[in-house]
């Protein structure tokens, strides 16, 4: 019993690593997805693109809730800049 207990908590100390990796790659694709449409979608409105980063920031943060800083550091300059770029706001 106590072997099988050891082995459970190494595969769960084990897993978690793949997990967060798991998480961080979902992040990178989402994002990626997010900036090319904002990007690339002539008929997306400022309004729409607007939608689409404040989702993209709920679900990031819903997968990494203590991590907003973070976020704003990374994503949240990439996506402005994009916005700016598009739709020439300043």
Known sequence: M????????GT???DQPDDEARRIRRLQVMMSMVTSVISQ?????????????AGAKR???????????????LYKPRLQRIMRERYRLQ
Do not use: I
Not at 2 to 9: A, L, Q, S, W, Y
Not at 41 to 53: Q, R, W
């Open 12 to 14: 769960q100390n084990q």
């Open 41 to 53: 979608d002539p008929g997306l409105t400022v309004e729409e693109a607007s939608e689409l980063a």
């Open 2 to 9: 106590r072997g099988e207990k050891r082995e459970e908590r």
């Open 59 to 73: 679900a990031a943060l819903a997968m990494f809730p203590d991590k907003e800083l973070a976020y704003d550091l």
